[in-house]
């Protein structure tokens, strides 16, 4: 009733893509090869990475049925997004 074998499968899918992406971005392999700098090399992988995430949360809620909650001030948080620095990855 409540699938936790597909819900596991499909984060674990989404867990391991992102892993991928980050060793491409980390290595500058792949897509980030030839990159004119840092700062494109870094929001072509956050763009990849959100990407991954909104794929695996779409599967989600379209195996429940439904249709995800909207968040309450989604407005404000792409104007915010713009101030958000680069984070240190381990």
Not at 34 to 48: I, N, P, S, T
Request: no cysteine.
């Amino acid at each position: 009733m409540a699938r936790y074998a597909e819900t596991w499968k499909a984060s674990r899918i989404a867990s391991e893509r992102m892993k991928r992406e980050r060793r491409l971005y980390v290595n500058g392999a792949g897509e980030y090869r030839e990159l004119a700098g840092e700062e494109e090399a870094f929001l072509r992988f956050v763009e990849a990475v959100e990407g991954v995430i909104a794929e695996e949360q779409q599967i989600y809620w379209s195996r429940r049925g439904g249709e995800p909650p909207s968040s309450p001030g989604t407005a404000g948080k792409e104007q915010a997004a713009g101030g958000v620095k680069k984070a240190e990855l381990p």
